[in-house]
């Protein structure tokens, strides 16, 4: 897997990876700034609108929400937070590529989970799983983190 922050996705870059069988995690997510000011849906309306144009074969991609204020800091968004942020994110595939295929995108949170708020995020509907940073340094916190997530939904790659 290739982990591509949004900003770097350029056409056809994306592609080329999907292309020579390689999965691509997508990471978006805004500053604390942003989400400050009120720029938070603009933001990452502008950064799932570069990843549609530029990606063609869905079934290979998986979107990280990872708020940027989130990641290294040890602060991590609620449940409530990310939840809303991966409800709006499935909504937005929906209305672009279809219920259907947004059923099948998985959206996982990357925003410093760990051991101890693995849990109360992964019981949130639109949270498909995590990317796990510094917690998976450590074998038993990594652990409970997978141990965490449900199998709500099937994938398979």
Not at 22 to 41: F, H, K, M, P, Y
Not at 49 to 57: K, P, R
Not at 98 to 105: C, D, K, N, P, R
Not at 116 to 125: D, G, M, T, V
Request: charged share 15%; hydrophobic share 40%.
């Amino acid at each position: 897997m290739a982990c591509l922050p949004v900003s770097q996705v350029r056409l056809p870059y994306s592609n080329i990876l999907l292309c020579n069988r390689l999965q691509v995690i997508a990471c978006i997510g805004e500053t604390l700034d942003q989400r400050s000011s009120g720029n938070l849906w603009h933001t990452l309306d502008r950064q799932m609108q570069a990843l549609i144009e530029s990606i063609t074969d869905w079934n290979k991609v998986v979107i990280a929400y990872e708020p940027v204020w989130a990641i290294g800091t040890g602060q991590v968004a609620t449940p409530a937070q990310a939840q809303e942020v991966h409800a709006y994110l499935r909504k937005v595939l929906a209305e672009r590529l279809g219920s259907e295929q947004a059923e099948t995108v998985r959206i996982i949170y990357g925003g410093s989970v760990n051991d101890a708020n693995c849990n109360e995020l992964s019981s949130q509907p639109d949270i498909d799983g995590f990317l796990v940073g510094g917690a998976s340094l450590k074998a038993s916190s990594f652990l409970t983190i997978c141990n965490s997530v449900t199998s709500r939904r099937a994938y398979s790659y």
